[in-house]
């Protein structure tokens, strides 16, 4: 692995660190948006948070599949 791939990944693991931040975060509120839309009714707050959602996991899909490019076969290089 070359320098600049090493730099890249690292750059990449940290991404998808965030990224699972922001998922982590969203799922916890969308949780309880269906909490509270089961109490008041409120679908259209409930269906934003599931699509925000959706786009931030299939961001943490795209992300594992760069770095999975970037470490070749087996994870090799990764510490």
């Given at each position: 692995m070359e320098f600049g791939d090493m730099d890249a990944?690292?750059?990449?693991?940290?991404?998808e660190q965030e990224v699972?931040?922001?998922?982590q975060w969203l799922h916890?509120?969308?949780n309880e948006v269906a909490r509270v839309r089961a109490e008041?009714?409120?679908?259209?707050?409930f269906r934003l948070m599931q699509a925000q959602?959706?786009?931030v996991g299939?961001?943490?899909?795209?992300?594992?599949l760069r770095i999975a490019e970037i470490e070749g076969p087996a994870g090799q290089?990764?510490?």
């Open positions: 990944l690292a750059e990449l693991r940290a991404r699972a931040r922001e998922w916890e509120t969308l008041n009714g409120d679908a259209a707050a959602a959706m786009r299939q961001r943490r899909i795209e992300l594992s290089g990764r510490p």
